[in-house]
């Protein structure tokens, strides 16, 4: 098993989309109700590489591109969101998602982040456990800001890196 990660840039225009595509392909809502972000996000990353190598990376096992995961550095060093974050059906479930994860969380936190922030929906109990697993609280609904609701999901996490 040789796992690693990749710049965006080494690969063609449409493959996030299509990553994301598949690794939501288990409930059809996902794609109707997310497919023209996906477009726009895989678009914005391959119209601006510097951005999407700085930002995100593609996961590849024995040279198979498997998921990926970006995040928006525009608040650092107050605060990164994690936005798309996937692994395609094939390979979910056997913890290539958490290395994936925390590889991003080492290469945030480089950049001396006080916080993480990451959401995702209430369906997705797999995606809460990981976060959870890695050192995420979930956060109060009530208590957050317009921009995290902005998010469109049920679940919000943040994680406290480095304190002032």
């Not at 225009?13 to 895989?42: H, P, T, V």
């Not at 996961?59 to 650092?76: C, S």
């Not at 480089?110 to 997705?124: E, G, R």
């Not at 109990?125 to 995290?148: C, K």
């Amino acid at each position: 098993m040789d796992i690693g990660f990749k710049k965006i840039s080494d690969f063609s225009r449409g493959i996030l989309c299509k990553m994301l595509s598949d690794a939501y392909s288990f409930d059809r809502k996902y794609e109707d109700a997310y497919k023209e972000k996906w477009q726009e996000n895989d678009a914005f990353f391959f119209d601006n590489l510097q951005i999407a190598d700085k930002c995100g990376f593609i996961t590849i096992l024995n040279d198979e591109a498997i998921g990926f995961i970006n995040w928006d550095p525009r608040n650092m060093p107050e605060y990164v969101i994690i936005g798309d974050n996937c692994i395609i059906p094939k390979y979910k479930g056997k913890g290539y998602g958490k290395l994936q994860l925390q590889e991003a969380i080492q290469r945030i936190t480089k950049n001396n982040v006080k916080k993480i922030f990451v959401s995702t929906n209430i369906d997705l109990i797999p995606a809460q456990r990981m976060y959870e697993s890695v050192g995420f609280v979930r956060l109060d609904v009530s208590a957050l800001e317009p921009w995290q609701l902005s998010q469109n999901a049920d679940i919000y996490y943040g994680m406290d890196i480095h304190a002032e």
